[in-house]
C-alpha cells in the first residue's frame, strides 16, 4: 500500500506544528522518520494514521483520501503503534493482541479460529507466547512495547506506522524489530531516534525539523555531518566501510546557539 503525505500541515492553538510535508511511502518500503525532540515525528504519524486531522493537506492510502474510510476503515489498512497507550492494566497479553481484530470482527462475534492462528502467530513473532496469559500490568516496559507491536501484527495490515517503537527494548529486541519492519511487505514508516539502527534498516529517510522536511532520501545522503549539525546541534562523524554501512560516531555538541525543534 502506497501512503501519500500531500502537503500536510497541522496548527494547534494558533502553533503551527507541522508545516508543507510531502512525501510518499511506496509500498512494501521501510521509511524513517529521524528528527529532534519536538521537531513533529509523532504528530506527523499521528495525521498519518487518521488519528489527527490535518489543518492541510491530505493523507492517501492508495490515492484515496483516508476521510473517505472512518476509523474502521483506516484500521483496516493500518496499524499505529504510539509512544503511550492506556490499556487496561487487567487485560491479558493474549486480549491485547486480540484487539488487533477488532476492525475485521463483528460487534457480536468472539473471536474465531482464523483470529486465534492470527493472534498466536503475532505473540510468537514478538516471542510472547509465554506470557500469553499474564496480565498487562504486571509486564516490564520492553514487553509491553512487544505486545503493542504484537497487536499491530494480529491486524495484519497494509502499512504499520509506529512511534518510537525501539523506546524500552534491549539491544537484541530493537535488532529484532527493525529486522522485521525491514523484511515485511508491508509499508512501513516509523520514527526513530537511534541513528544508526536508522541508517541501516531504511530504506530511505526522511529528516524532520521544526514541523518541516529539511532532507529525504537513502540513508547516506540524509546522515551526513553537516545536516546533523544544522538539525540536531550535533558534531558527528560518519564513515562509510566498503560495503556501503555508514558508521555514525557523535563527537559531541556543536557550539552555537541552542536548537530550537518546534516552529516559533
Ligand atoms: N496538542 C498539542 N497542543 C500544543 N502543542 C502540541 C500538541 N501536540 C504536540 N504539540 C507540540 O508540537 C511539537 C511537536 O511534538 P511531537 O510530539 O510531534 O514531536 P516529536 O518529534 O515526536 O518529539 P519527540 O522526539 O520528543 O517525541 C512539540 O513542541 C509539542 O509540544
Redesign the pocket.
Known sequence: MRIDVAQVGWT??N?T??EGVDFTVTSGETVGLI????????????CAAGLLKPTHGAVRYDGHDIRVFGPRGIAQHIAFVG?TSHTAGELRVADVVALGRTPFRDRWRGLNSTDRLIIDAALAHMGLTGLATRTWRTLSGGEQQRTHVARALAQQPWGILL??PLNHLDIRYQLELMEMLAATDQTVLV?V?DLALAARFCDRLIL?NQ?KVTAEGIPHDVLTAENLRNVFGTETEITRDSGGRLTISHRGVAPGPESS??PG
Open positions: 494547534v492553538r502553533k506544528i507541522i528528527g529532534p525532540n519536538g521537531s513533529g515525528k509523532s504528530s506527523l504519524l499521528r509512544q512511534d518510537e520514527a531516534h524532520l514541523g525543534s518546534t
